[in-house]
């Protein structure tokens, strides 16, 4: 199974982590199986989201988006192929944000399709996913922000992959955004221990971090 990045797949987030380094974009699988496309889609997506040029984040958008139609053309109800087309969406919307509204609603429709072929596929993704994209965008009428219905998914992903660390930061930014900074404060301990755990690499040290900057922040920040 593809391991998506977390911070790939928050493409909402408004500053993403950004680097100088100009990147191109992976266009080598458009005809290889369901794995290699999801995995180049991934690939897109950690690479846009390391990238500050937003003419090559549009380059890797499109490739994502030609992998994810790629791979829906093989096989069309598959989890991977319906979760990478989120993917690409959310890629879009942020090359493209005067389309965001539109681009993120399908997001969404996507990652419906894909969590009902496979609710656990990328460790509960389509759940995690649905629930930043919510609490992340901006309601009606600008974009389908609701931070009830993301708390709602936040808390599926936690209750379907419960030691999984970006399950436990998305519920906790979750109960944040819902006014329960107790709530929050746990989750990110939760997070903070469940990181802890895992053998040392540059995701779950990003994860570690997250948890223990969110604990130092003072209660309700």
């Given at each position: 199974m593809i391991k998506w990045m977390p911070c790939a797949l928050l493409v909402l987030?408004?500053?993403?982590?950004?680097?100088?380094?100009?990147?191109?974009?992976?266009?080598?699988p458009s005809a290889g199986s369901v794995e290699e496309l999801a995995a180049a889609i991934a690939a897109d997506a950690k690479r846009s989201d390391l990238e500050?040029?937003?003419?090559?984040?549009?380059?890797l958008a499109a490739d994502a988006g030609r992998n994810?139609?790629?791979?829906?053309?093989?096989?069309?109800?598959?989890?991977?192929?319906?979760?990478?087309?989120?993917?690409?969406?959310?890629?879009?919307?942020?090359?493209?944000?005067?389309?965001?509204?539109?681009?993120?609603?399908?997001?969404?429709?996507s990652l419906g399709e894909s969590e009902a072929a496979d609710p656990l596929y990328d460790e509960a993704g389509s759940a995690?996913?649905?629930?930043?994209?919510?609490?992340r965008s901006p309601g009606w009428p600008l974009g389908p922000g609701d931070a009830e219905a993301g708390l709602v998914a936040a808390r599926r992903a936690a209750a379907l992959?419960?030691?999984w660390p970006p399950n436990l930061l998305a519920l906790a930014e979750a109960l944040a955004k819902n006014g329960d900074p107790s709530g929050a404060?746990?989750?990110?301990?939760?997070?903070?221990?469940?990181?802890?755990?895992?053998?040392?690499g540059a995701d779950r040290d990003r994860w570690l971090q997250e948890a223990e900057e969110a604990l130092r922040r003072p209660a309700g920040h």
């Open positions: 987030a408004v500053a993403g982590c950004t680097t100088p380094r100009p990147t191109a974009p992976n266009r080598a500050s040029d937003a003419r090559i984040r549009g380059d994810a139609d790629a791979c829906l053309a093989r096989e069309p109800r598959a989890a991977a192929c319906l979760y990478g087309r989120a993917i690409a969406l959310g890629l879009e919307a942020r090359a493209h944000p005067t389309r965001a509204g539109e681009l993120l609603k399908s997001m969404l429709g995690r996913v649905r629930a930043l994209v919510l609490i992959r419960p030691k404060r746990e989750n990110y301990q939760h997070a903070r221990d469940a990181a802890v755990a895992l053998p040392s």
